[in-house]
């Protein structure tokens, strides 16, 4: 055990206490001591409360896995979003299957986390969930140490996967794709259906009104899911033309992100007219309703005969068809409601014709103001 001091920048002292247990370095700073002779009476002092136990070693060899995972989620739980929350609870029950729910957090070592590694990429997981699962592991760990119940983070260096997949596009719908899914929705479509007497019938598949009124909200909102769900009538105001959406999604600090108005088109004030205003959700949604909602999603999409698509990229398709009739990406910021503008300029590839129009607007030596285009004359010899 050593008393050691470091000169900071400004020239001022500062003493930590420097010892090893069981084999693991611990440092403990001494806050607001600046002199060598103080320093030196609280290091014996320290010495001392050591020697009769009554100094937390944040040593903890029983610590399990299970504890170290539920207590992280139960701290995430607090500052994030319920949709987050359920993320990381499905990390830990996977992290929990694989590795055993009695392990003690502090054995997991590099080469046990990278085997699970491998285990994610035999299962089909890309690298970007891969490092997501590996992140939550970390930080739990990071949690603990913190806590004072482990001693050291094993983990805390390991490096991420890189992503060797080619950069995806953000994919979004045709028009008469949107409109095949919504005819889907709406009228739903005849199937011939053979049974086992040998006789056919025809049956209509794929009708789901209250999928087909989200998906239209949805489409001409650019809302996000979980945004869709929390909206209430007091959020639609017909008269002013305006509907507000209520975001869970944090911002920079832990803040919450500010709520943001959205126009209500034609489409859409056709849409609210037809449909009950009752107290609450607009869209009534059960939560075992909600969880289902992706999957009869694809299910349209699938009987309406277009390409595979996500509920996610009915908002790709909103911001991606205002790029492509000239809104300004500074719009479609405010519209989408991201915190920065470096978000919204995945969608600067479809609005070309905006950077034309703009250089268009230049009038340099411009022919259209009676002024003639000089010709350079040709050099002689």
């Not at 995972?69 to 992290?95: F, I």
């Given at each position: 055990m050593e008393l050691r001091e470091r000169r900071g920048k400004d020239g001022t002292l500062r003493f930590f206490i420097d010892w090893t247990v069981d084999g693991y370095r611990r440092r403990q700073s001494l806050k607001n001591i600046h002199d060598r002779k103080t320093a030196?009476?609280?290091?014996?002092?320290?010495?001392?409360?050591?020697?009769?136990?009554?100094?937390?070693?944040?040593?903890?060899?029983?610590?399990?896995?299970?504890?170290?995972?539920?207590?992280?989620?139960?701290?995430?739980?607090?500052?994030?979003?319920?949709?987050?929350?359920?993320?990381?609870?499905?990390?830990?029950?996977?992290?929990?299957?694989?590795?055993?729910?009695?392990k003690p957090a502090r054995t997991l070592t590099e080469?046990?986390?990278?085997?699970?590694?491998?285990?994610?990429?035999?299962?089909?997981?890309?690298?970007?969930?891969?490092?997501?699962?590996?992140?939550?592991?970390?930080?739990?760990?990071?949690?603990?140490?913190?806590?004072?119940?482990?001693?050291?983070?094993?983990?805390?260096?390991?490096?991420r996967l890189s992503d060797r997949r080619p950069e995806q596009v953000n994919t979004y719908m045709e028009q008469d794709e949107v409109d095949r899914v919504l005819d889907v929705l709406r009228n739903g479509i005849e199937k011939t259906v053979n049974r086992s007497n040998g006789r056919h019938y025809m049956i209509r598949v794929g009708r789901n009104v209250k999928l087909y009124r989200l998906v239209v909200f949805l489409v001409n909102t650019g809302a996000r899911l979980g945004e869709a769900f929390q909206l209430t009538w007091r959020d639609v105001n017909l008269d002013k033309s305006i509907v507000t959406l209520q975001t869970t999604k944090k911002a920079a600090r832990g803040k919450r992100?500010?709520?943001?108005?959205?126009?209500?088109?034609?489409?859409?004030?056709?849409?609210?007219?037809?449909?009950?205003?009752a107290e609450g959700s607009v869209f009534q949604y059960s939560?075992?309703?909600?969880?289902?909602?992706?999957?009869?999603?694809?299910n349209a999409v699938r009987l309406a005969g277009v390409k595979p698509y996500r509920v996610h990229d009915l908002r790709h398709t909103f911001a991606s068809w205002l790029a492509i009739s000239g809104v300004s990406l500074y719009t479609i910021k405010e519209l989408l409601g991201h915190a920065t503008l470096t978000m919204t300029m995945r969608y600067a590839h479809l609005?070309?014709?905006?950077?034309?129009?703009?250089?268009?607007?230049?009038?340099?030596?411009?022919?259209?103001?009676?002024k003639k285009v000089l010709e350079m004359p040709a050099r002689s010899g």
């Open positions: 030196q009476v609280a290091f014996a002092e320290f010495q001392t409360r050591l020697a009769r136990g009554q100094v937390g070693l944040a040593v903890n060899a029983n610590l399990s896995l299970r504890c170290c995972l539920s207590t992280h989620v139960k701290a995430k739980q607090v500052t994030s979003c319920e949709r987050h929350g359920t993320t990381l609870e499905s990390y830990a029950k996977e992290l929990l299957e694989y590795f055993g729910e009695n080469s046990a986390v990278n085997e699970y590694r491998l285990h994610l990429q035999a299962s089909g997981n890309c690298a970007d969930t891969i490092n997501r699962k590996v992140t939550f592991l970390q930080a739990a760990l990071e949690r603990a140490v913190r806590d004072g119940f482990i001693p050291k983070n094993q983990l805390k260096h390991l490096s992100t500010k709520a943001r108005d959205i126009p209500i088109n034609s489409t859409l004030r056709e849409l609210f007219d037809g449909m009950d205003k939560a075992s309703a909600r969880s289902q909602v992706g999957k009869a999603f694809r609005c070309p014709s905006v950077k034309s129009e703009a250089v268009e607007r230049l009038a340099f030596g411009d022919a259209r103001k009676g």
